[in-house]
């Protein structure tokens, strides 16, 4: 059989190459997130993270069009492994969307503490990111973010509804918005004064609260929302 060695040495080269950008593509965002976390964002500059990730400025530019780019990356990494770990557990737990969503919740609240990446991204958003200059730009994009999430929350809510684990006349937008603001809240105050409580040994008791709220509390009823 006949060889093209030239081809293959070619392909391989081009795997290669490609396996490189990819690698130092990771570079730049792990020196992205140490230095956002470290320094703050607004003062971050392209320059400073190609110095930590050991490229050149313009192999920045190579992979991203400017900081907003490159901080959404971060972001949307972080959001796909959730959404990944979610997947996960839908697809261990078909029948059981309450579950799914108290597990999901323990995670993020657990990986708060004990996930360097999460935390350092956390402690950027919460208190290391300014919408100024051309993160301002960002404020838009997080805006639309906040509106794709309330709206993901709903649609587990009435999984959970539909399979009999909250009631029936549960207002799922607002219990999208009090969930999505217990969990930051609890996030936001424990990055900032980490030794106030336990995040990581109380998650479930703390994910519990909230569950007991959403079966529980007549605020969170249609009827309510109404009155």
Known sequence: MYVNLKTSKKSAMARKTKLQALETRQHILDAAVH????????????TDIATVAGVTRGAIYWHFKN????????????????????????????????????ETLIYILESTVSN?????????????????????????????????????IEEVLKRCIACGQLPEDLHCRRAAIMLRAYMTGLMENWLFVPGTFDLQGGSRVLVAVLIDMLRLSPSLRHAAASA
Not at 92 to 102: A, E, R
Not at 117 to 123: F, I, K, N
């Open 116 to 152: 360097t990446e999460w935390r350092a991204l956390m402690e950027i958003v919460f208190h290391k990111c300014e919408f100024v200059g051309e993160m301002a730009l960002f404020q838009d994009v997080r805006k639309g973010l906040y509106a794709e999430c309330y709206e993901r």
């Open 35 to 46: 230095e956002f976390s470290r320094r703050g964002v607004s003062v971050t500059s392209l």
């Open 67 to 102: 900081k907003v780019e490159l901080f959404n990356e971060i972001w949307h990494n972080a959001e796909s492994k959730i959404h990944a770990l979610e997947l996960e557990y839908q697809a261990k737990f078909p029948d059981d969307p309450l579950h799914v969503l108290t």
